[in-house]
């Protein structure tokens, strides 16, 4: 039986950049179908040799240490590409004749729309129509992977799903966002379900608040056209900080299948507490940094949000009254993504600790998702020959060190191999699209009104706005990057 995988949009970033790098990847450990064939679709006017030529010199860009002359030869043998518009009906004939579909209905075929936003629907329709998502008996299976943004707001997300579900099933449609391929994502799992010794302590009992930073470095860049009417939250917050909400807060599924471990993440989301208009400056921070109104493509009198944090609380019995904020924002000091799990305070602080400090003898665990993955746990303990004096100290876990560094695979190339296997784990399930933009789309209707935050203007290579620190603070709470190299060893204070 052979595998048959289709790119739309093959011209694109995405694919030179992480698609084809990561099935190349899949291909060099055999993990990839027997029979398998790459087909990219796009309006350039290229050949096979052509396409080939492209994704050779991509890969070796931007991965060039899995660069392998004999094997990319090999590789190559299996990459195939089909000029055509995805407006134009009569160019998927002339797809499916070139994967040889008509020929052979046992062929599995995994559809990947790796296009702008705006050519789903087309593609989605294109592909209906033309019969190319249709499972019968004794055909192979018929997928197909939809990028984000999945949408940009409820009800765009209940079309886009209206439009995949008039062509195919449910089984057959994996919504992908690359954060859960991470490793330390994945991992997370583990960690929580797989060691006594944190589970028991993963709740209202003992958790004073959790943290969650998407942090990057840059500006919009050449994404300026899309950022300026999206902005930070449905950027960022919708999907990859939703899905680490879910991941932290879920209860541990009955089995390890997709459809139990989705189950247990949509409960997270149905518990969110919603945020009232009145009440949207009081549990949200939004920023923007300088110069972002002079960025090329975006309208100089934007007020779009480049940083945002957002106030949380988890209506159950695991997480009642437990804060969750999260924080995402561009221009930042650092590139981050880390999850803390801040623990209670003992009820008696036993020992002198250095004054109008306490608060840092209070254990938290440092959840490094990028970069340098891995865990970082922070405990109290008594410096030698030193009295009764304490002073923090860390246990840290790092996966380069522990398993090598070729032991952490690019995100994409989990993600493939579990959708040519059909195993939908790692995707994110309708009713989840569906809760995550009802949260997010509250937050926007609240900063649509009178009752928002200020927009605060914040420096280039900062945290962010100090409402940001404020928010914490209040609570005698603030933020901690022990996963950066400008790690925050002490309380900012109030602004």
């Known amino acids: 039986m052979s595998t048959s995988i289709v790119i739309f949009g093959a011209s694109g970033d995405l694919t030179s950049r992480k698609l084809i790098p ?13 029979k398998t064939t790459i087909t990219g679709f796009s309006r350039t006017q290229w050949s096979d040799d052509a396409f080939r030529a492209e994704m050779k010199a991509a ?21 195939f590409y089909c000029a055509g518009d995805i407006e134009d009906p009569p160019a998927f004939k002339a797809l499916a004749a070139k994967i040889n579909l008509t020929g052979d ?6 559809f990947y729309l790796a296009t702008a936003p705006r050519f789903f629907p087309i593609a989605i329709a294109a592909l209906g129509n033309a019969g190319l998502l249709r499972e019968t ?56 379900f797989g060691n006594a010794v944190f589970e028991p302590i993963w709740n209202r009992n003992y958790v004073d608040h959790v943290q969650i930073t998407v942090a990057e470095t840059v500006g919009v860049e050449h994404r300026a056209a899309y950022y300026d009417t999206a902005g930070v939250l449905r950027d960022m917050f919708q999907n990859h900080l939703m899905q680490l909400l879910t991941l932290v807060g879920m209860e541990p599924p009955a089995i390890v299948e997709a459809d139990a471990l989705r189950d247990e993440k949509v409960k997270v989301l149905r518990a969110i507490r919603e945020i009232s208009e009145e009440s949207i400056a009081r549990y949200s921070v939004r920023g923007q940094y300088e110069g972002y109104t002079s960025e090329e493509g975006v309208n100089p009198s934007s007020t779009t949000p480049t940083f945002a944090v957002l106030q949380l609380f988890i209506d159950n019995w695991r997480w009642q009254g437990v804060p969750f904020y999260l924080r995402s924002g561009k221009m930042l000091k650092d590139k981050l993504s880390e ?25 938290h665990l440092s959840i490094c998702i990028q970069p340098d993955e891995g865990f970082h746990f922070r405990f109290l303990t008594k410096v030698p020959d030193g009295g009764m004096e304490t002073r923090q100290a860390d246990m840290n876990f790092h996966f380069r060190e522990s398993f090598g560094g070729p032991a952490i695979p690019e995100a994409y190339e989990r993600l493939l191999l579990d959708a040519l ?66 790690s925050e060893a002490h309380p900012a204070g109030p602004s």
């Open 105 to 110: 209905p046992s062929q599995n075929c995994l």
């Open 137 to 192: 008996d004794g055909s192979g299976s018929r997928r197909i992977i939809v990028e984000k943004p999945f949408g940009r707001d409820l009800e765009s997300a209940l079309e886009l799903n209206r439009q995949l579900h008039a062509v195919a099933r449910e089984k057959q449609i994996y919504r992908i966002d690359h954060y859960l391929g991470k490793e330390t994502v994945q991992n997370l799992l583990v960690f929580r």
């Open 339 to 363: 999850i803390v799990i801040k623990f209670r305070r003992p009820p008696l602080q036993m020992f002198d600790v250095q004054s109008g400090i306490t608060e840092l003898s209070t254990n």
């Open 22 to 34: 990561s099935l190349y990847g899949n291909f060099r450990k055999k993990r990839l179908p027997e």
């Open 59 to 79: 890969l070796q860009k931007f991965a060039p240490e899995s660069y392998e002359e004999a094997s990319w030869r090999e590789f190559a043998k299996s990459i």
């Open 421 to 486: 296997n059909g195993d939908a784990s790692l995707f994110a399930r309708k009713d989840e699209i569906e809760l995550a933009w009802k949260i997010t789309d509250c937050v926007q209707a609240g900063w649509d009104t009178s009752y928002a935050p200020p927009l605060s203007i914040y420096k280039r290579g900062s945290w962010g706005p100090a409402s940001s620190d404020d928010m914490l603070w209040r609570d005698g709470r603030w933020w901690t990057q022990h996963c950066s190299s400008h």
